[in-house]
């Protein structure tokens, strides 16, 4: 099998980073399955689930194994030692415990093999995305519906020092009462997926004024909208 320049680098290269940069179709997986096949052939003692591949999702996942599965079929056909080919076999029998997998599969098993560790039930599940999409927008509506009770609350207790829109230090939602709720909760879930990002633009807010602010929920909207 022929490989370019750039390809047989990818493969070969030891010791250091590798980043593969390419588009679709040009033969991404190929070069990966091709060095996860040479790591073992370079280290006959490794097992097939001392290599971790990380993939982005759970298809890309299958199709590798998939074609490790292949080339070492193919590898215990052509190889004339029966020494090479018993040891091809065996790691042809480890796949089911091929390390490849999302990101969330390996973080998931690493937390499975050390649960005391982690605090948690090693029976745990990882949320569907579905699911998870529903808890954030109920999440959401319980967080808005807080932040009016407490303005309410606010408004009973300190009816002369509330402050207004055009304030210096705004209230939560009277920020909020320039946009529309379904504005609201298209901003708020753009932040809440920016994760540390928007913390640390968020924890900027109170030393800004009225208008500063109402252009920062009005950028977090734009690009809510641009996704």
């Known amino acids: 099998m022929g490989w370019t320049d750039s390809q047989r680098e990818a493969i070969e290269t030891r010791g250091r980073r590798v980043l593969v940069s ?5 033969g991404k997986t190929r070069v990966l399955v091709e060095r996860f096949l040479r790591l073992l052939e370079e280290n006959p003692a490794w097992r097939v689930s001392d290599i971790v591949a990380v993939t982005f999702t759970e298809k890309a996942a299958r199709e590798m194994v998939s074609r490790i599965r292949k080339e070492i079929r193919s590898r215990i056909e052509k190889t004339v030692s029966v020494e090479e080919r018993r040891l091809w076999r065996a790691r042809r029998n480890e796949l089911d415990s091929a390390r490849v997998g999302t990101v969330h599969s390996l973080c998931a098993s ?7 560790e982690a605090g948690l039930d090693p029976a745990f599940e990882v949320i569907e995305e579905t699911e998870a999409s529903a808890l954030l927008d109920q999440a959401i509506e319980e967080a808005l519906d807080q932040a009016v009770r407490d303005s309410k609350h606010s408004k009973e207790i300190y009816p002369s020092s509330f402050p207004s829109p055009d304030s210096g230090d705004p209230a939560l939602i009277e920020i909020f009462g320039y946009l529309s709720l379904h504005e609201v909760r298209v901003a708020l879930r753009s932040l809440i997926n920016q994760g540390d990002r928007a913390s640390a633009a968020v924890a ?8 500063a602010i109402r252009a920062f929920w009005g950028e977090a909207l734009a690009r809510a909208k641009a996704e």
């Open 204 to 211: 900027k807010i109170r030393g800004l004024d009225a208008r």
């Open 110 to 116: 690493i937390l499975r093999a050390h649960p005391s």
């Open 22 to 26: 390419a588009g679709a179709g040009s």
